[in-house]
């Protein structure tokens, strides 16, 4: 089994020869009669932002074994800035055609142009407009759904006719192999969105949950605890997370993603997911029935416990908290006795989510509990504020660099611990996050 380090690596590898050998391919073999070097340049940069368009499908499949050595919040980041790098390659491939071609503008007039630059002109707009969706859709005012599914609709059409825009030209492809090649590339594009929307569906379908328990908890929250039916569940790492479909089928476009919050250390496969009503689906999270079916996809996530560390340090803000109750109730079920210090920002007293809870688990954890309000009551002695570097050097011992941090709440909470934890010394490979905003 190769490490998280070296199974990246090889990932990496891999995708840089789907971008490239197709592109490289072409060179071999039979070749059309040379042209200026910025014309041959504008080509090669199509055909690679073909190739990063045609993959993005495969980044978000949800390829538990390709996204693990990373964690999904930064498969996600890393498919937005690769979409930003193959729509400026694809843009730019009309940009330099006309600047060094200026006859070919005339190709923008679709009404007299072949079908090949129309299938070109049909591609570059759904990119545009798949971008700026995707960029500024809160802006716009767009439901997450309805961005979704738009989303998946530009980024369909944007390839199909991309590749009958290549197709239509077949400049290069003149030889039977490397029309194979596309072919064959181009099925497996395909392929990856059959398997994401069809195939695993219907596995998920297989392997339903019924909900057992509806709990309120403090701060506009509830769990729900998830009994597999017919089946016996899947294991999970504390602090990973999954897909949850609350009505409707798997093949309903969105399911959406929450933190386990209970132990991994049950055998039973029974979850426990703790939510916070915030939007549309989490306005309604009350109201589920006892005894409804749901359908779970996962575990996801590389947010998780496991490295060598004298003690964990969880630092969590509002409902960021639901992995690390997952974590200190899988430590605590597993009876280890290494320290466990819990910096929690809430808004207020009343509003501390699972408060309970976790005086409960100090009796069977070596837990060390750092209340931070930012609306404390009258009288209230414990931190207050922002959870920062000074709040760090007050409750956790030096050195600083030998303990594991995990992190996760808001993203501009998250930003400014990581700083710093940087300027206390602490180093990259010692800190973990979960962001829930994948935007
Ligand atoms: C890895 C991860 C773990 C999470 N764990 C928890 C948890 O344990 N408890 C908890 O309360 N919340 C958690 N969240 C946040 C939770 O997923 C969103 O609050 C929820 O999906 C919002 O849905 P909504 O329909 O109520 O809100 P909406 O009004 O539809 O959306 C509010 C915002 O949530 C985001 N969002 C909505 N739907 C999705 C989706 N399908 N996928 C990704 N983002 C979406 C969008 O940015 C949107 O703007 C987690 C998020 C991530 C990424």
Not at 178 to 197: A, E, N, P
Not at 364 to 378: C, E, Q, Y
């Amino acid at each position: 089994m190769l490490g998280y380090a070296a199974r990246g690596a090889v990932w990496v590898a891999i995708y840089l020869a789907f971008v490239l050998a197709p592109l490289f391919a072409l060179m071999l073999g039979s070749l059309p009669p040379p042209r200026d070097f910025w014309t041959e340049f504008s080509a090669a940069l199509g055909y690679a932002g073909l190739a990063m368009m045609g993959l993005q499908f495969g980044l978000t499949a949800r390829f538990r074994y390709v996204t693990a050595p990373w964690g999904e919040d930064v498969i996600y980041h890393f498919h937005r800035r690769l979409s930003l790098v193959a729509i400026g390659l694809i843009i730019a491939h009309p940009l330099i055609l006309f600047a060094v071609r200026p006859e070919l503008v005339a190709l923008l007039n679709s009404i007299q142009a072949p079908w090949r630059a129309r299938f070109a002109a049909l591609s570059t707009y759904s990119l545009i407009a798949l971008v700026v969706m995707a960029l500024w859709r809160v802006q716009l005012n767009i439901r997450y759904e309805t961005w979704h599914l738009a989303h998946i609709a530009l980024a369909l059409v944007a390839v199909g006719a991309g590749l009958l825009h290549m197709i239509g030209w077949g400049f290069y492809l003149t030889d039977p192999w490397k029309r194979g090649l596309w072919i064959g590339l181009t099925m497996f594009w395909i392929g990856l969105l059959i398997y994401v929307r069809i195939v695993k569906p219907l596995f998920i379908l297989r392997r339903p949950y019924l909900v057992s328990e509806v709990r309120e908890e403090r701060g506009d929250t509830w769990t729900l605890a998830m009994q597999p039916e017919g089946h016996p569940g899947f294991g999970f790492r504390p602090g990973q997370f999954g897909w949850l479909t609350l009505t409707g089928s798997p093949f309903k476009i969105t399911g959406h993603p929450f933190s386990f919050s209970s132990s991994a250390a049950t055998t039973d496969g029974r979850v426990e997911m703790s939510i916070r009503k915030l939007g549309d689906l989490t306005a309604r999270i009350d109201k589920t029935p006892v005894g409804s079916r749901v359908y779970l996809d996962g575990p996801y996530g590389a947010f998780t416990i496991g490295n060598p560390a004298d003690m964990h340090v969880l630092i969590a803000g509002g409902v960021g908290n639901t992995p690390m109750m997952s974590m200190m109730r899988t430590l605590a079920d597993r009876g280890d006795k290494r320290p466990v210090v819990l910096i929690y920002g809430s808004k207020n007293w009343e509003s501390i989510t699972f408060r309970e809870q976790l005086e409960a688990l100090r009796e069977r954890l070596n837990l060390t509990i750092v209340h931070v309000l930012s609306d404390p009551p009258a009288g209230w002695t414990g931190e207050q504020g922002r959870i920062d570097a000074e709040i760090f050097k007050r409750h956790l011992p030096p050195p600083f660099a030998d303990h594991e941090y995990f992190i996760c709440g808001p993203n501009v909470m998250m930003d400014a611990i990581e700083k710093a934890l940087g300027e206390l010394g602490a180093p990259m490979s010692k800190y973990h996050s979960e962001r829930y905003s994948f935007v």
